[in-house]
């Protein structure tokens, strides 16, 4: 009913930049609290960005200062800006919103997450 589709990984040299997009689409009727994760494998998912309904955010010491996390209410949409890239960003970055939706003549709230997007960056 609701899904979230992340775009915007790739190849990228150290030093350079990427922005992931993730974009939401279903009967929406409100996005709250809105995520960055990332995972490499074998190791845990880890959260590297959040940004609440009124636009606070919070970041992970390992990105402050290089990574920008932003949304656009009226696209449904929330942008991760990555600067300054580093190896160690190497990861599937995964988006993740709670959402409310219509369902039916009700609404309902749950946590979804998008498919992932790969962003390497080559030292």
């Known amino acids: 009913q609701v899904q979230l589709v992340e775009s915007g990984g790739g190849l990228v040299q150290a030093g350079g930049s990427l922005r992931l997009s993730c974009v939401a689409s279903?009967?929406?009727?409100?996005?709250?609290?809105m995520d960055w994760y990332r995972q490499v494998t074998g190791k845990q998912r880890e959260l590297v960005a959040t940004?609440?309904?009124?636009?606070?955010?919070n970041y992970a010491d390992s990105v402050k200062g290089r990574f920008t996390i932003s949304r656009d209410n009226a696209k449904n949409t929330v942008y991760l800006q990555m600067n300054s890239l580093k190896p160690e960003d190497t990861a599937v970055y995964y988006c993740?919103?709670?959402?409310?939706?219509?369902?039916?003549?009700?609404?309902?709230?749950?946590?979804?997450w998008g498919q992932g997007t790969q962003v390497t960056v080559s030292s």
């Open positions: 940004i609440t309904s009124g636009g606070s955010t």
């Open positions: 279903g009967r929406i009727i409100r996005l709250n609290g």
């Open positions: 993740n919103a709670g959402i409310t939706y219509y369902t039916g003549a009700f609404s309902s709230t749950r946590n979804v």
